[in-house]
């Protein structure tokens, strides 16, 4: 770089929080000594709107073509500072940041001495960065103003309904040849009772007629290209592949029922699971003229069984199967064996106190003490642990269900490498953020409802489908992305094309093509979330990562150990 | 005389964002490590850590994301390889691979940053600072930065989970030894570079450098294949060679 360095150091007290133990004028001081520094002060709050002032003020006066501030913690207040320096034509990204609060006069509170030695060692090294910073553009693209849903169970319906009326149109992909999902097969619905048909039935007719919304049913996702704003789905429709472009994509993909083969005498007829009870009950065809006592047993293969998570929604779906088994044959015994029972809120505490009302028996037991099913001369016996006697209490039975938990898909696994976005640890997807970025992909433009998410009930499902729909609005809406631009660049001259860094790169971002040198990797800039990995792979460390470049990290590190200032 | 100092790379996302929540919490913990903000703890390069030790850092933190949680999604993974090619690097240029530490801390655990960093630094003060031949920590440098060992360092994984492009996987027993075989080579071969910067003998150089005539002059043999020194000339019926100009590869950053 040819142009004269000039940096500006603003140290803040932040009140007492850094100069009750930092000895500011010290790091002042010590700053004006720093190689390529014009200016040096210090701000009771270099945040608050006096020292935001002096920050625009210095940087006209001195003509400072850097500013490093000295104080609290990039995580907060970086965007603020960086919005100072734009408004005077600085550019955002010649800014740095020095952590001396949080990281320092905050742990070092007793020591403030060496508190003080630090906050001059971490000025230094973030100095040393900042001669060393690229003014960088942010990037923007366009958005393809329509929406990819993949799954059209009711999260999903629900997402491309609320994305439809926002305007936009919506492809919603179903593997199945009919739109519904889960609930096609649900006999009532809790806590109202409804009947499961009729309530999807409304939904199906609003998605059917939309005009914006359009069906593609016997469908899989084949692959998926792109990126937020440019997104490619190929599909394979009845047999036939088809290529959809959208601008954001919502997975909307449902879990499926656990079968717990193997487990509790599972044979699919007398011992079966709620799906496969509410879906006898729909149909009218389970004989209840030899049937006196029905066993549900909960947590079943959940819990550290098979898998390790609570389902969430077995406790209300048993209680209410239980309740109307009991209200329709008030002859039956119906008990449900239970560990830990979840009817939160009013609505169903209500719910399961009239089902305990109708006469449903409820039974505890400790999870390290199952109910066990055995058969006895042609007859179900359940032991059923009595923590107080105990003891194993013996049950007759003549129909057992299981409450399984809901498991994921298992194409999920294969969509989510397609579409680059995590699964968790129970291999439901992941979540940005469970309390920060719910329902966001930490890719941009993927969004995420419904039980593909973790188990869930329909109020929960159609809530989420509603929250996906109306994240994904929003790059609809405004018709452009913006991405930050610290992402990696490629020097094709290094680059041999080995496509390393392709196979680091967790979002596609980076790619081999042919150039008339042979195999180059290119950026696509949008795509890129600046993580690095790429450039300390380069085999030729042909790569350079913006903003946290080989140089300016090399720059810090040395001037962390070495006192005496390399330029 | 002044403090040990440990210099830490901490990822945006977790350690980072631990290490404010230690301050929010006001927990204490020695003053000797000096923080760089890296994204992803993935990004931080062997050639970068080991640099560090070069200029003279008694022991290099890394920081990332617990595994499963990178906000990269997997570049923590790609971390534990590289950190653990650096250490081996460490390991010939005979420091104490304890000194480079690499932990998971996400940004609710300000306790466990704390403690972790209590725990390295009492580790760090009891070796004291760091001390090794400087062309030792030069060849390591180099190393780090040569193709080989970063194909390898970012392979690894691959290699032990799905195999190579032939389906073969490895066990960890055989990538161990051909990582320790390769790493020693490529180490090996930087130093004899480094010492080439004037005409020596495969006798001097192999007295100077420990290492067995053969070993010597299997790499300047090689050495001489890739083009990377000359016959300089011979003396008393011994040849002597001398390196070319480093080329761009090898070179350190600045």
Known sequence: MTEEIRIGVFICHCGINIGGVVDVPAVVE????????????????????????????????????????????????EPLFRATCKEVGLNPYLFEFVNIRDQCSW?????????????????RMGVAKAARLEPLEELTSDVIPSAVVIGAGISGMTAALSVARNGFSVHLIEKEKEIGGMLRNLYRLYPTDEPA??????????????????????????????????????????????????????????AEEFEPEGLYEYDGERVITQ????????????????????????????????????????????????????????????????????????????????????GVRFLRFPLERRPKVRR???????????????????????????????????????????????????????????????????????????????????????????????????????????????????????????????????????????????????????????????????????????????????????????TEVIS | MAEVKIVGFLCNWCCYAGADLAGVSRFQYPSNIRIIRVMCSGRVDPVIILDAFLYGAAGVFVGGCHPGDCHYLQGNYYAEKKIEMARRLLKEAEVDPKRLRLEWVSASEGERFVKIIKEFTDEIKALGPVTFEKGAMEAACLA????????LATKERELLEEGNKYGEVFTRHEMDRLLDDLVREEYEVKRILLKLNKPMSVKELSAELNLKPNIVLRHILDLKRYELIDLHEIRDNTPTYIARELSEEGEITE
């Not at chain 1, 979330?529 to 140089?551: L, V």
Request: glycine share 8%; with cysteine.
């Open chain 1, 376 to 562: 006895s001369d042609g007859n179900l016996v359940v032991d059923v642990f009595h923590e107080r006697m105990r003891l194993d209490i013996p049950l007759e039975a003549d129909l057992v269900v299981l409450s399984v938990p809901l498991v994921q898909n298992p194409d999920a696994t294969q969509l989510s490498k397609m579409l680059k976005v995590p699964l968790g640890q129970d291999k439901f997807f992941f979540e940005a953020h469970v309390k920060l970025r719910p329902v966001d992909f930490a890719t941009d433009g993927i969004f995420l409802c419904g039980t593909a998410h973790g188990p869930k009930d329909i109020g929960e499902s159609i809530a989420q489908g509603y929250a996906a729909a109306s994240r994904a609005t929003i790059p609809l809406a405004r018709g452009y992305v913006h991405s930050e631009p610290i992402i990696s660049s490629v020097n094709e001259e290094l680059c041999i094309g080995c496509g390393i860094c392709e196979s680091v790169c967790p979002y596609g971002a980076i790619e081999v093509v042919e150039t008339e040198e042979g195999g180059r990797a290119r950026v696509t800039g949008v795509r890129c979330k600046g993580c690095g990995t790429c450039g300390s792979s380069c085999i030729k460390r042909a790569i350079k990562m913006y903003h946290f470049t080989d140089e300016q990290l090399i720059a810090q590190e040395r001037a962390a150990v070495v």
């Open chain 2, 144 to 151: 780090a930065a040569d193709y080989r060992l970063r194909i």
């Open chain 1, 275 to 358: 799906l496969q009870l509410e879906e006898q009950l729909k149909k009218g065809d389970l004989n209840w003229a030899g049937i006196k006592n029905v066993m549900m047993i909960q947590c079943a293969g959940a819990r550290g069984e098979v898998v390790g998570y609570c389902s969430r929604i077995c406790c209300m779906n048993a209680i209410k199967n239980a309740k109307l088994i009991k209200e329709a044959h008030p002859d039956i015994n119906v008990f449900v064996a239970h560990n830990e029972l979840q009817a939160y809120g009013e609505v169903y505490e209500l719910y399961y106190r009239d089902a305990k009302k109708a």
């Open chain 1, 107 to 123: 742990v070092h509170m007793h020591e403030p001495e060496r508190a003080t030695e630090k906050a001059k060692d971490l000025l």
């Open chain 1, 197 to 254: 048909e009729e309530f999807l039935e409304q939904r199906i007719k609003a998605v059917k007629e939309h005009k914006r919304i359009a069906l593609r049913l016997s469908s899989a996702v084949r692959a998926v290209e792109g990126y937020v704003g440019k997104f490619k789905v190929i599909l394979d429709e009845n047999g036939i592949e088809k290529s959809i472009d959208a601008g954001v994509i919502i997975v909307a993909t449902g």
């Open chain 1, 30 to 77: 010590y700053a004006s000594t720093l190689p390529n520094i014009v200016h040096a002060e210090r701000n009771l709050y270099t945040c608050s709107s006096e020292g935001l002032e002096s920050i625009k003020a210095a940087i006209k006066e001195h003509n400072l073509n850097r500013v490093t501030v000295a104080s609290c913690t990039p995580r907060t207040h």
